[in-house]
Every structure is written in structure tokens, then in C-alpha cells.
């Protein structure tokens, strides 16, 4: 009789979903895992944690943006009028180096819990090269200050630029290296940035390079949130 008409036998049992579950658990611990399958998991994991830890806050831009605003912007006030040039003075220097560790100490304070644990062994190692690369730069400041007395030169192209074009471009290596392609272009437009600013002369360059070094962050920023919000 079709099961449309058959109104005596009694209705068919329902699977129990418990079971189908316990079914499904065991089939799934029961197939071993392919080390192909594993080596590829670990690798997505790896590039999603890498990727949340690149994706940096846009607030820290914007204070970055703001530091170097005030602080270029104090040493540009100070040397504007001089003639002959004779580098920044005592109060300039005390707002460019002061803006600079209030930054240093609100990014080491936000990205603490990122850089403590065994994984961020590789993090500390890159900081403590960049930092070497940074004191070098105005180590050798001294000595061309020690060999020509040059003001123009040695107070005031040199340490306005240098920074961002030799950081610069060993940052742009090592992003490139990674593929990491936006963050290596932001550091080789900072690294053509200070090349051009070094046209404008000895006081001029701190005013160029402060505005459009807080420009090239401020873009920074806006990507950043959108790829948050992505």
C-alpha cells in the first residue's frame, strides 16, 4: 500500500539527534588529520594573528601625526628668521625631543599586551634594530658636525631629513621582504619626502617635513580605518 493511503501502520521513527551528533563527533575524531591540512591551518593562523597585530589602532597615527606637527613645527618657529642659519635653540629642541617621548611612552602603553609573550620575540628584535639604525643617524650627525662646523649642514638639513630617508629605507627593505606592499610604500613615500624636503634649505626643510610627514600619517590613519572596518 503507498505510504500516502496507509493509515494503520504507525509513522516512521525519528532519528535521534543526539545520536547523529555523537555519529558525526566520532567519524571526525576517528579520520586522522593530513599533515598537509595541519601545515596549512597553522599557516592561516599565523597570517590572521600577523595581521591583527600589523593593523595598529588609526588613533596612534593621529598622535604620531600631531607630534610631528608641534614638533618640527617648534624647531621650524625658532630657525624661520635666522640668518646666517645656526640650528634650532634650547626651547625647540626641549618641544621636539619632549613630543617624542609622551609619543614613544603612548605606544609602547597601548601595544604592551602585543609585545609581551614568546611570540613577540621577532617584534623586540625588530625594534631593537630600527632603534640602532635611528641612534647611528645622529651619531654620525656628530661627526659631520665634528668635521666641516656646518650648522646648515649638520643642525639642520641633515637631522630634518636623515631620519626619515635612511630608517626610511631600511623600513621599506624589510616591508617589501615581508610583502607587506602598503606598508613599504608608506615608508618609501616618507623616504622620497625627505629627499625633496632637502631642497628647502636649512630652515625650511623642518616646516616641509613636518607638514607633509603629518600629511602622509593622517592618510595612514584613514587606511587603517577602513581596513579595521573591513
Known amino acids: 500500500m503507498s505510504g500516502r493511503f496507509d493509515l494503520f501502520s504507525p509513522p516512521p ?3 535521534d539527534p543526539w545520536e547523529t551528533a555523537t555519529e558525526t563527533e566520532t567519524s571526525d575524531e576517528g579520520r586522522e588529520l593530513d599533515p598537509r ?3 596549512a591551518l597553522l599557516e592561516q593562523a599565523t597570517l590572521r594573528a600577523e ?3 600589523d593593523i595598529q589602532p588609526p588613533f596612534l597615527f593621529i598622535a604620531a601625526a600631531v ?3 608641534v614638533a618640527y613645527g617648534a624647531v621650524w618657529l625658532s630657525v624661520r628668521h635666522q640668518h646666517p642659519y645656526s640650528g634650532p635653540t634650547g626651547t625647540a629642541l626641549a618641544v621636539l625631543y619632549g613630543t617624542l617621548a609622551v609619543w614613544i611612552v603612548l605606544v609602547v602603553t597601548v601595544l604592551r599586551r602585543a609585545l609581551s609573550g614568546r611570540s613577540s620575540r ?4 625588530e625594534g631593537i634594530t630600527f632603534a640602532t639604525i ?3 643617524v645622529y651619531v654620525f650627525q656628530g661627526a659631520l658636525h665634528h668635521a666641516d662646523h656646518n650648522h646648515a649642514i649638520a643642525y639642520g638639513i641633515y637631522p630634518a631629513v636623515a631620519p626619515l630617508i635612511i630608517v626610511g629605507a631600511a623600513a ?3 616591508e ?5 606592499h602598503a606598508r613599504a610604500g608608506f615608508a618609501t613615500t616618507a623616504v622620497a619626502l625627505g629627499a625633496l624636503a632637502s631642497f628647502a634649505g636649512p630652515a625650511g626643510v623642518w616646516g616641509v617635513t613636518g607638514v607633509g610627514l603629518c600629511g602622509l600619517l593622517l592618510v595612514a590613519a584613514a587606511a587603517q580605518f577602513w581596513q579595521r572596518r573591513g
Do not use: M, N, S
Not at 621577532?122 to 628584535?125: D, K
Not at 617589501?176 to 607587506?180: D, G, L, N, S, V
Open 122 to 125: 621577532r617584534r623586540r628584535l
Open 172 to 174: 621599506a627593505g624589510y
Open 134 to 136: 635611528w641612534i647611528c
Open 13 to 15: 521513527a525519528e532519528p
Open 67 to 69: 607630534t610631528v606637527l
Open 51 to 53: 595581521h591583527q597585530f
Open 176 to 180: 617589501a621582504a615581508r610583502e607587506k
Open 37 to 39: 591540512e595541519a601545515a
